[in-house]
């Protein structure tokens, strides 16, 4: 279930006796981990006493279920929160014996659950995709019998959008799309991130004043790296012009340019991968990426989908070696980093003859 659907049940019908929480996601755990507690917990004497925690990494799953169903003589109200549910999987010759012993010790316990008790495993580990996604099918088969199975994936580039816009207008600020879709990319999609940077925010601004881009790219990490990724996109349109009016931003912004180049490195490899791929579409480009275990956002695949546009393989090739060639230039003390730049923009947009 996700997790909107499990606060909602946790509404309807109280707290369950066993719940697996899985993915990567803390901010929605976060607020399934509190709506929780209010509900296993209510009383602040209850949550002194009631509130236990395990790791599967220290001790066995066979501990943690004793302690679970002795009733303890200090807490009406218990709530045991078992870190690394992942350890339920043992490992070696002895997996397929082991891995059935744990599953009939709980299927024992939830055949008889402790009245008022409520016990958590968690397992932030694992992804949805990629390598963890048969660890994570292993992990349900395991807590079949558990009926609230509650997943925690990443946040898409989407979700995360909806996300600030709902953050910004229940904390009443002032944010743009522009500077929406900065903060996003500046915190990469990250949930938790972003929550954090409107806290932060919301606690900066005046009432009733608008949060530009300047200030974002004062106040937020990272968010100077979105200024490079317009550079990108510009060389990527082979915009000359725009090219050197934007490192020219950047300069005076005080950017470290090693870094600028190293992100239009970066993004001219992810092109000419793209090619050799024959990917097509930003979508494509998306999920071909995400795949391979690389962080790639809608904003930044239709980035690479530019580039792709704007040079065939033959000119990223030489694209490469002209990051490469001016890598080498700005670790020299002549010219300037200014001037290496300058002259790095005007070759790379030159037209092909």
């Given at each position: 279930?996700?997790?909107?659907?499990?606060?909602?049940?946790?509404?309807?019908?109280?707290?369950?006796?066993?719940?697996?929480?899985?993915?990567?996601?803390?901010?929605?755990?976060?607020?399934?981990?509190?709506?929780?507690?209010?509900?296993?917990?209510?009383?602040?004497?209850?949550?002194?006493?009631?509130?236990?925690?395990?790791?599967?990494?220290?001790?066995?799953?066979?501990?943690?279920?004793?302690?679970?169903?002795?009733?303890?003589?200090?807490?009406?109200?218990?709530?045991?929160?078992?870190?690394?549910?992942?350890?339920?999987?043992?490992?070696?010759?002895?997996?397929?014996?082991?891995?059935?012993?744990?599953?009939?010790?709980?299927?024992?316990?939830?055949?008889?659950?402790?009245?008022?008790?409520?016990?958590?495993?968690?397992?932030?580990?694992?992804?949805?995709?990629?390598?963890?996604?048969?660890?994570?099918e292993n992990l349900r088969k395991f807590f079949t019998n558990v009926k609230a199975q509650v997943?925690?994936?990443?946040?898409?580039?989407?979700?995360?959008?909806?996300?600030?816009?709902?953050?910004?207008?229940?904390?009443?600020?002032?944010?743009?799309?522009?500077?929406?879709?900065?903060?996003?990319?500046?915190?990469?999609?990250?949930?938790?991130?972003?929550?954090?940077?409107?806290?932060?925010?919301?606690?900066?601004?005046?009432?009733?004043?608008?949060?530009?881009?300047?200030?974002?790219?004062?106040?937020?990490?990272?968010?100077?790296?979105?200024?490079?990724?317009s550079l990108v996109a510009s060389i990527g349109r082979g915009d000359r012009a725009k090219s050197?009016?934007?490192?020219?931003?950047?300069?005076?912004?005080?950017?470290?340019?090693?870094?600028?180049?190293?992100?239009?490195?970066?993004q001219f490899r992810f092109a000419l991968a793209g090619h050799e791929a024959r990917l097509k579409?930003?979508?494509?480009?998306?999920?071909?990426?995400?795949?391979?275990?690389?962080?790639?956002?809608?904003?930044?695949?239709?980035?690479?989908?530019?580039?792709?546009?704007?040079?065939?393989?033959?000119?990223?090739?030489?694209?490469?070696?002209?990051?490469?060639?001016?890598?080498?230039?700005?670790?020299?003390?002549?010219?300037?980093?200014?001037?290496?730049?300058?002259?790095?923009?005007?070759?790379?947009?030159?037209?092909?003859?």
């Amino acid at each position: 279930m996700t997790a909107e659907q499990f606060l909602i049940g946790l509404e309807k019908q109280g707290a369950p006796a066993v719940v697996l929480f899985v993915g990567p996601d803390a901010y929605m755990r976060s607020l399934c981990k509190e709506a929780l507690l209010a509900v296993a917990l209510p009383e602040e004497a209850d949550r002194e006493s009631g509130w236990s925690r395990w790791d599967l990494a220290e001790v066995s799953l066979a501990q943690v279920l004793d302690d679970a169903a002795a009733m303890s003589l200090f807490a009406s109200r218990r709530l045991i929160w078992v870190a690394g549910a992942e350890g339920v999987l043992p490992r070696g010759r002895a997996k397929q014996d082991d891995e059935t012993s744990g599953a009939k010790e709980l299927q024992a316990y939830l055949s008889n659950p402790t009245p008022a008790t409520t016990i958590v495993f968690d397992c932030q580990r694992y992804d949805f995709d990629g390598d963890d996604k048969t660890k994570v099918e292993n992990l349900r088969k395991f807590f079949t019998n558990v009926k609230a199975q509650v997943e925690f994936p990443r946040f898409t580039p989407e979700m995360a959008r909806r996300l600030a816009k709902d953050l910004v207008a229940e904390r009443r600020l002032k944010l743009g799309s522009a500077e929406i879709e900065l903060l996003v990319e500046a915190t990469g999609a990250d949930a938790s991130r972003l929550n954090q940077e409107i806290e932060k925010l919301s606690l900066y601004a005046k009432p009733g004043e608008a949060i530009s881009i300047e200030t974002l790219t004062a106040l937020v990490p990272n968010a100077r790296a979105a200024n490079i990724f317009s550079l990108v996109a510009s060389i990527g349109r082979g915009d000359r012009a725009k090219s050197l009016d934007i490192l020219d931003t950047l300069i005076r912004e005080g950017e470290y340019l090693p870094i600028a180049l190293s992100f239009l490195g970066t993004q001219f490899r992810f092109a000419l991968a793209g090619h050799e791929a024959r990917l097509k579409g930003s979508m494509q480009i998306q999920n071909h990426f995400s795949k391979l275990g690389i962080a790639m956002w809608k904003a930044r695949a239709e980035q690479v989908e530019q580039t792709m546009t704007a040079f065939g393989p033959a000119r990223l090739k030489r694209a490469i070696r002209l990051v490469y060639g001016a890598d080498q230039a700005l670790r020299d003390t002549r010219p300037d980093d200014k001037t290496v730049m300058e002259d790095f923009v005007w070759k790379v947009t030159a037209k092909e003859g």
